[in-house]
């Protein structure tokens, strides 16, 4: 689990000195999350990220435990305890304790030198048990880790038991091929933020589109590559195990970049 790193969190609507905090009191057997990105004070995207907790929510069945406003609540608290700082915020509802928390986690944002060149990525071969609900799994978190450090890595690029690459193990994955944009069908990925907000910038640029799936075999065939998340955003891929890539130069990639960069600057400044 990620610590509690500024000064104070938030607990079912109570502000707590962070020297008070503790795993046990905010983590429970089942927990649904999000992490949300502060910039100028702002909560990126912050309505999608509701709908994609309200989904959880719902699949998990337990709809009439979600309170829209007591979550808005909560993350205003945060931010306005800890001086509205830049960085990732996690909102966490554990089941079980029925409680709703939200505090600062480390980020880590890629450097330009790794928008530049592109990130080293490996294939790892397991999948969520529910990629569409965004719940807690530490036993798959550390095996990928695990992978993830040893061949010293950006990220993991999950495929499934029928060989499909399904998305990134905390992040999304598109694919270029031609003229257009290859993503995995959306009912075996974490439904991402940052991924919806990708597929409206290509269609804004008319850059088709397609959900499909290809196979670890089709990495020798992909022009291009990148993932998307809430701390990478649109960060090129360079390298999957053996296979290179020139995603740093790919026009296609350089525009979606470059809008969905632009999307951002637009969504906070409209929101301070």
Do not use: W
Request: aromatic share 8%; charged share 30%; with cysteine.
């Amino acid at each position: 689990m990620e610590k509690n790193i500024n000064k104070y969190y938030v607990i079912n609507g109570n502000v707590e000195n962070s020297r008070n905090f503790s795993e046990e009191k905010v983590i429970g057997k089942t927990n649904i999350y999000e992490v949300i990105r502060i910039i100028d004070g702002v909560p990126l995207f912050l309505e999608a990220h509701l709908k994609r907790m309200k989904k959880t929510f719902e699949l998990m069945n337990i709809s009439d435990k979600l309170n829209i406003d007591s979550i808005k609540n909560t993350i205003d608290k945060l931010l306005i305890s800890n001086d509205k700082a830049i960085g990732n915020i996690k909102l966490i509802y554990a089941l079980e304790k029925n409680t709703l928390s939200a505090y600062y986690i480390k980020h880590v944002y890629p450097n330009e030198k790794l928008y530049r060149e592109g990130v080293k990525t490996i294939l790892f071969y397991g999948e969520r048990k529910n990629p569409n609900a965004k719940i807690i799994d530490n036993n798959f978190r550390e095996k990928v880790n695990k992978d993830i450090k040893e061949n010293e890595a950006y990220e993991a690029i999950l495929v499934d038991n029928k060989g499909q690459i399904t998305e990134g193990s905390r992040s999304n994955i598109f694919m270029i091929k031609d003229d257009y944009v290859i993503t995995s069908p959306v009912e075996s990925v974490l439904q991402g933020v940052t991924r919806g907000e990708i597929i409206s910038v290509c269609n804004k640029l008319n850059i088709q589109v397609k959900e499909e799936y290809l196979k670890d075999s089709d990495l020798k065939n992909i022009d291009g590559l990148f993932i998307s998340g809430t701390s990478p955003k649109v960060l090129p891929i360079s390298k999957i195990n053996d296979y290179e890539y020139k995603s740093n130069s790919n026009n296609i990639i350089l525009s979606i970049m470059k809008a969905y960069n632009c999307e951002v600057e637009e969504y906070t400044r409209d929101r301070k």
